[in-house]
């Protein structure tokens, strides 16, 4: 579970305040998989980084009973001077996971290659988002957070990346967010609209769907 409570997240963009979180309550039940839907801009990734705790909000408070992964795809936390081996040795410590069994896997799913013991620096984006994603899926969350994973790689890639999320998904919960609303409707059975900073939530992801339509439209 996870709750938002009064949450507010703004800040100044190009001189004008910008409201991503307005006083937010909401929950997110366990062991469901929620669509997280909103139009370009609303704030959705940083809404994201707020639950997983690599981006502070203005106030309020997030509150869980689980423990939630760091947005999948995001490479940000990584240090670009160490090789993606030694990043993911250094997530294993983070957590508490079997070092060894966690560098096999990512090795395995990544698909790096020899650039697995190359700094992250010299990585494309795509390789350092196949890097993020390997790791987060290595290791096991009651939540997942997910940012657009399924735009990484190519078509092989990304059967494998659904097939994993897809075991993944049915011991644990997630917050998914996709431009594909195809993608969305077949991932998620519940749903939640962002728009001008509300957040309303719905058990039916296809309810949810038809809310961020009509904004879309309006």
Do not use: W
Not at 41 to 54: D, N
Not at 142 to 163: H, M, P, W
Request: glycine share 10%; with cysteine; proline share 2%.
């Amino acid at each position: 579970m996870i709750a938002l409570q009064n949450l507010t997240k703004t800040y100044r963009l190009r001189g004008r305040r910008k409201i991503v979180a307005d006083n937010i309550n909401a929950v997110f039940p366990s062991r469901v998989s929620v669509g997280l839907l909103g139009r370009n801009g609303a704030g959705k990734s940083t809404l994201l980084k707020m639950i997983a705790g690599t981006a502070d909000p203005t106030s309020g408070e997030i509150l869980t009973d689980g423990q939630i992964s760091f947005p999948v795809g995001f490479a940000g936390s990584f240090h670009p001077d160490m090789t993606g081996a030694q990043n993911t040795r250094f997530v294993a410590r983070i957590y508490g996971a079997n070092t060894d069994a966690l560098m096999a896997y990512v090795d395995d799913f990544a698909e790096l290659g020899s650039h697995f013991h190359l700094p992250i620096r010299s990585y494309s984006s795509g390789m350092r988002s196949r890097l993020a994603f390997g790791v987060s899926m290595g290791l096991a969350f009651d939540t997942y957070l997910i940012d657009e994973i399924t735009a990484v790689g190519d078509a092989s890639f990304k059967r494998k990346s659904k097939q994993v999320f897809t075991d993944r998904m049915s011991r644990a919960g997630s917050i998914f967010v996709s431009h594909s609303i195809g993608m969305v409707r077949e991932m998620c059975t519940a749903g939640a609209v962002l728009e001008n900073g509300k957040l309303d939530y719905f058990d039916d992801i296809n309810e949810a769907i038809e809310r961020h339509s009509y904004n879309m439209r309006a």
